[in-house]
Nanobody
Framework: QVQVVESGGGSVQAGGSLRLSCSAS????????IAWYRQAPGKQRELVAD???????NYVDSVRGRFTISRDNAKNTVYLQMNSLKPEDTAVYYC?????WGQGTQVIVSS
């Protein structure tokens, strides 16, 4: 059974930073595609960043240059380093892998 757990959300002022973590079990982690999505109130869930098994990364235009996705296969963990946060980054952030979602972690950015 696949389990996906996010952590690291919180409240921060605009311009600040947060690092989200996504741990996954029940999968061959090093072979797995991992993605971060977010959903703001009243909006559809959107893909923020993803990383494949060989470390290739993609970002949505709105976060490119501010967010960095990385993986540590030894720890079965993917990170999302978020810098220069903006109020529009406020959302619940979800980790996705192998047809499974985590429960989400809330990020609130105040102006």
């Amino acid at each position: 059974q696949v389990q996906v757990v996010e952590s690291g959300g919180g409240s921060v002022q605009a311009g600040g930073s947060l690092r989200l973590s996504c741990s996954a079990s029940g999968i061959t982690f090093r072979e797995s595609y991992i993605a971060w999505y977010r959903q703001a109130p009243g909006k559809q869930r959107e893909l923020v960043a993803d990383i494949n098994r060989i470390g290739s990364k993609n970002y949505v235009d709105s976060v490119r240059g501010r967010f960095t996705i990385s993986r540590d296969n030894a720890k079965n963990t993917v990170y999302l380093q978020m810098n220069s946060l903006k109020p529009e980054d406020t959302a619940v952030y979800y980790c996705y892998t192998t047809d499974s979602w985590g429960q989400g972690t809330q990020v609130i950015v105040s102006s």
